[in-house]
Nanobody
Framework: QVALVESGGGLVQAGESLRLSCVASASVSSINTMAWYRQAPGKQRELVADINILGRTNYTASVKGRFTISRDNAKNTVYLQMNSLKPEDTAVYYC????????????????WGQGTQVTVSS
């Protein structure tokens, strides 16, 4: 069973920074595109940023210039560096991958982490 586990969320003040991490379980051999989504109370889940296996990145407009997504393929880990946080960034942040390959040769599609809460106070 493959899994993605997020960490790094917390409560910060506006203008501060946080770094989220998402690591795949030990049974994972490789991961295709990795992404961060977020969902604020009463709102739909939205894509924050994604990065493909070659390192090409994509950001939603509201975080461009403030957030940076990166990955370490050797560690099957994706990061989200969040700077200049705003109260409107408050949400549960989820790690996601469209394809996760296990060391047994199987592939899992649309794999989600359990989420980590980010709260930004004004």
């Amino acid at each position: 069973q493959v899994a993605l586990v997020e960490s790094g969320g917390g409560l910060v003040q506006a203008g501060e920074s946080l770094r989220l991490s998402c690591v795949a379980s030990a049974s994972v051999s490789s991961i295709n595109t990795m992404a961060w989504y977020r969902q604020a109370p009463g709102k739909q889940r939205e894509l924050v940023a994604d990065i493909n296996i070659l390192g090409r990145t994509n950001y939603t407009a509201s975080v461009k210039g403030r957030f940076t997504i990166s990955r370490d393929n050797a560690k099957n880990t994706v990061y989200l560096q969040m700077n200049s946080l705003k109260p409107e960034d408050t949400a549960v942040y989820y790690c996601y991958s469209d394809r996760v390959y296990s060391d047994k040769g199987t592939v899992s599609f649309a794999v989600w982490g359990q989420g980590t809460q980010v709260t930004v106070s004004s």
